[in-house]
DNA sequence: TAATATATTTAGGTTCGTCTAATTTAAAAT
DNA sequence: ATTTTAAATTAGACGAACCTAAATATATTA
């Protein structure tokens, strides 16, 4: 039906729309797509032929709404995908992005729904990302940063904001999990590093950096 | 690494040699690829290039071995995915078909590994085809048709040599299901059709034409 | 407001994988 | 051994998705 590029574009500025607000500039698009500016021009034209952005020279673009119920579909595989490799293959929450990357165009709506039933209709990724349903609905889990947390306040770890695979390497090596019960100890004014309560047992303290990453609910 | 085009001509060349000998013709190629004749010499001459096949104008084309081990990590992946939409997913035997034909192209060695274990290493897919292992090795499955048996045989049903969904859905219209124990109970001179005793009890016949697309062993 | 800097588009090219029409090579039949 | 037929290749073109270099439009700042 749709390419994988145009597929991976439409996913792009879905994000930055999410992130940035609703017009999203060529640049922006060029830079998280690994691509030249002219080339996004291009690919815009194209797209806006199909109706699958809004697109006006020199002034942005954004997802038509067929655009976006595409985008959304696409979220939707990848994080279904995901569940799928770390549940059922063993792999861990740092290494799925990639392969995710690539099962996330596999065409066929029945598919996506007998495995969204197999993993049980996960409400979240392993990133704590919310999974879309089968009519495009994304659950609206209502996280805020853990920066934003005062002294002596309790919370549940229930994503990340940074999913590179350096930060996720960091969180499994201080020991904070998915799902892990966190109660803010201090906050240092110097420096501005959080320590925390995990689980009601472990210690350990945080940079700022590290709670700007860090939702909690 | 190769693009899915790449990969489908690979895997249709060493189908083509599997069935048909070691020398495939452009238009076969252009046949089983749904391709015009040019095209394939197009193709052939850039993966000539590559060194995926030996390939001399006029002359037909052969996989180098590169070529073949490439095309039978397809195969593996294609057979596997099979297993998994079946085993996990619930789908039936005549559905899968076309999902593998996407799922086959996923790259990643450790994905397909993990893939295997998970299923339980299995050695065929839903048709009963054989799965290359992970070193490429093909189980040589020492299967032979339906009718080369005489009255009195009796054997196991292990697959299929056609793949059509219109024959799976008749076998399972007919209640001949894989893993089935057969007898031939007796075959009619005149029009060659078969009567088999099915797990020792139900009765079934068949014509010649079945006969010719069912493996047993 | 005019000058400068930055963002975007246009112009022209490339590779991949396809096509049709024309030509050449190989095989089959007379 | 010619002729006829069939298979394969060449020539020229096209759309998708990219590129670089040059031109233009927008935003910033003097
Ligand atoms: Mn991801
Ligand atoms: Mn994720
Ligand atoms: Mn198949
Ligand atoms: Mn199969």
Not at 87 to 115: C, M, S, T
Not at 156 to 171: A, E, K, Q, R
């Amino acid at each position: 039906m749709h390419s994988f590029t145009e597929e991976n574009y439409l996913k792009a500025i879905y994000k930055l729309q999410e992130t940035n607000g609703e017009v999203v500039a060529t640049s922006a698009l060029a830079q998280v797509m690994g691509v030249h500016a002219p080339s996004v021009t291009d690919m815009l034209k194209r797209m806006g032929q199909k109706k699958l952005v809004s697109y006006q020279k020199s002034k942005g673009v954004k997802l038509t709404e067929k655009g976006k119920q595409v985008a959304i579909g696409i979220v939707r595989n990848h994080r279904l995908w995901e569940v799928f490799l770390v549940e059922k293959l063993g792999y861990r929450w740092d290494e799925v992005h990639d392969i995710a990357e690539q099962l996330e165009h596999i065409q066929g709506e029945e598919l996506i729904n007998k495995l969204d039933a197999y993993l049980g209709f996960p409400e979240a990724d392993p990133h704590g990302d919310p999974i879309p349903n089968a009519k495009g609905v994304l659950p609206k889990l209502k996280s805020v940063l853990l920066s934003s947390l005062k002294e002596g306040d309790q919370a549940t770890f229930t994503g990340v904001s940074d999913h590179s695979t350096s930060f996720l390497h960091y969180l499994d090596k201080a020991g904070i999990a998915l799902g892990d019960t966190l109660k803010v100890k201090s906050i240092e004014q110097y420096d501005q590093t959080y320590t925390l309560t995990l689980k009601g047992k472990k210690e350990v303290t945080v940079s700022l950096k590290v709670a700007n990453s860090i939702l909690v609910s």
